[in-house]
Structures are given as C-alpha cells and as structure tokens.
C-alpha cells in the first residue's frame, strides 16, 4: 500500500520542495512532482538556482522522451506519461488521480489558509481510503 506523509508549515512550499528533491535525488530515488502550471513552471525555475553549488536534474511534460526517461525529477500533471512510480511530490490543491500507483506519496502544505484547507481535504480522501497517514510538522523542526 502507498505510504502518504503530509509536511505541514512550510513557509516557502517551492522553496522547500527543492531542498525535499535535492534530498532524495542525491538518495538515488526518483521523484514525480505534480500540481499546478504555475507552481511547476515556478519550480522548474527554482531548481536552476536555489542553490548556487547543487542542480537537481528534472524533465518536465515537454522534454524529449529520453530526458524524462533518464531524469529523477519529473515535473508534471500528467501522471500518465511518467517512467517510473517511486514518489509522487505533490505540491497542488487536490488529490492527484493514480497517487495510488506511487510507492510514497508526500504532500507539502504550506502556511496560509486555503493550503491548509485543501491539505484537510485531501487527508480526509485519503484516511477515508483507509491510507495511514505521517505528519512532519515544519515547525517543530525549525
């Protein structure tokens, strides 16, 4: 079964999402990111220059097959056309449809309102599927 974590009180979701991916890349894993336009054209951005000494790799839905095949780092919506089912990083307001098909599956909730209560609604889907859910609490680590 899927292992789902949430990670609440992230201050800067986009910000923390290349840290998480920086993270599990240099892990060996591979990761699909999904949400928005917005938010994946903001990321894929913020992957090029959070950091002056790392480079995450990533493709996104418009990349050469053979680049989204090599990369670790998918960015994308369609969860369709993916190579691979490791973790889905889920940084968009609703439930992604075939998260069921990832071995782990993390959503980052940030700090104002309407994240929060769609965060509430997607762990409701969720527990109500019957998923055991982690919480990473941002600001107990702070």
């Known amino acids: 079964m899927t292992e789902l974590a949430f990670h609440f009180n992230a201050p800067d979701r986009i910000a923390y999402a290349c840290r998480l991916l920086r993270k599990a890349v240099g892990s060996g894993a ?19 220059t959070f950091s002056p000494a790392d480079f995450v790799p990533h493709a996104t839905a418009n990349s050469e097959p053979s680049l989204v095949e090599a990369s670790p780092v998918f960015l994308g919506s369609n969860l369709e056309i993916i190579p691979h089912h490791q973790i889905l ?24 309102d309407e994240d929060r209560l769609s965060a509430r609604g997607r762990w409701k889907h969720y527990a ?15």
Do not use: C, M
């Open 30 to 48: 591979r990761v699909v990111v999904t949400g928005s336009e917005a938010t994946l054209s903001q990321l894929d951005v913020d992957l090029w």
């Open 89 to 112: 990083l889920n940084l968009g307001a609703t439930v992604p449809s075939g998260f069921e098909r990832f071995e782990r599956v993390i959503e980052v909730v940030g700090l104002d």
């Open 128 to 142: 109500d599927l019957g998923y055991a859910i982690t919480r990473h609490d941002l600001n107990l680590k702070a």
